[in-house]
Every structure is written in C-alpha cells, then in structure tokens.
C-alpha cells in the first residue's frame, strides 16, 4: 500500500469522518466542558480504546453479527443507551459538585471513571461497529495481502486520526471553559449542559435503527 494517492483519499475520509459531530466528539467535547483538560483527554483515549475494540471485531467478522442480527444490535443499542442515560442523570444530579471537591485523590478516581466511561460510551453504540465493518472494506486491497491484517492496520490509524481530532477540540475547548469554571453557579451549569448531552445523545442511540 505504497500508492500516495491511495493515502491521501484514506486519511482525507478518516480526517472527514472524525470531524464530523458524531457522538464520541459530542461526548469528549461535554466531558471536556464539564471537567476539564485532562478529563477530556482521558475520555478521548477511553473512546478510542473502545473503537479499537471495534476495529478488531471487524478484523475479525465479529461486528458482521450486530449487522445481521436485528436481536443482537437491539440488545447493544439499549444497553449503551440505558448507559448514556445513567450517565446523564448522574451528571445532572452532581451538577456543580465537582468545583467543590478538594481531596487530591478524587482527581485521580474521576480520571479512571472518565476513561472507562469513555471505553463503554464507544463499545456500547453498535451503530461504532456497523462504522467500521461498513468504511473499512472499501480500503482493503486483496493484492497486498492478508484481509483481516489490512482491516486491522486500517482501522487503527482511523483511530490515530481520531485521537488527533479529539485531542485538539479537547485542548481548545478547555481553553475557553479553565476560566469558566472557577465560577461555581457556571460549573453547575457545564455539569448540567453534560448531563443534558449525554441524555440526548442516549435518546438518540435508543431511537436509532439498523443501516
């Protein structure tokens, strides 16, 4: 795959599609707004670990069975939904709580739970594997070997790309809300548009249908 024209159309696609307001950008973006520079870091790299599981099932086949299976993308569609749900209303009920924490420990324990959240936000949305089943494929080239390798080379630098993207709106996004937040009636309020995000975003994964 030594064709520059072949990885200009690739990474141009991969860039396109990371820019795109889907809801892993949604969602670091609300975690970004709600906690911060490292929080949103910390969620883009959960959301993107939950993608590379995504693009291993798809090396493998294993996403082949949420698109062929009304049953099985049901069940991961309500589950990630029901999840996203919780995640809001936990969000809103805690809204404003977080300026107020001060022992050093908690960043610490906020940190795995925003990278974990991170990870099952991104595995629980079965339109993700769909994605990847669907986008890659139109890459692969028999020629240049295996299938399954070349799926999985490909699918991790869409992740690369992401990583990039997200890393980028994190950093800018916590640029114009570091000021913000030392305010305790705005921090309720970045809380509160992060509970209202996640919900939306839950309504709209359990309200989704099957490509």
């Known amino acids: 795959m030594s064709d520059p024209f072949f990885w200009m159309v690739f990474f141009s696609a991969a860039l396109a599609l990371n820019l795109s307001p889907g809801p892993d950008l949604l969602y670091?973006?609300?975690r970004t707004l709600s906690g911060g520079r490292r929080i949103g870091i910390?969620?883009?790299c959960g959301v993107c670990s939950g993608a590379l599981v995504h693009v291993v099932f798809a090396a493998l086949g294993i996403s082949a069975i949420l698109a062929t299976s009304a049953l099985a993308f049901t069940v991961v569609k309500y589950v990630g939904a029901a999840y996203l749900l919780y995640l809001g209303f936990q969000a809103l009920r805690s809204a404003g709580a977080g300026g107020t924490l001060m022992p050093k420990a908690?960043?610490?324990a906020s940190a795995w739970k925003a990278y974990r959240q991170g990870v099952l936000v991104d595995l629980l949305n079965p339109k993700a594997a769909i994605f990847f089943m669907a986008f890659l494929p139109q890459f692969v080239r028999p020629?240049?070997?295996a299938v399954p390798l070349q799926l999985l080379v490909l699918?991790?630098?869409v992740v690369v790309v992401a990583i990039v993207v997200e890393c980028a709106l994190v950093l800018l996004a916590?640029?114009?809300?570091?000021?913000l937040r030392s305010n305790p009636a705005v921090s309720q309020w970045l809380d509160r548009a992060l509970g209202s995000i996640l919900i939306g975003l839950g309504i709209r994964l359990g309200l989704s249908e099957r490509i």
């Open 28 to 30: 670091v973006f609300s």
């Open 42 to 44: 910390i969620s883009a």
């Open 143 to 145: 020629e240049h070997g």
């Open 174 to 179: 916590a640029r114009a809300t570091t000021a």
């Open 106 to 108: 908690v960043p610490q």
């Open 155 to 157: 699918g991790v630098l």
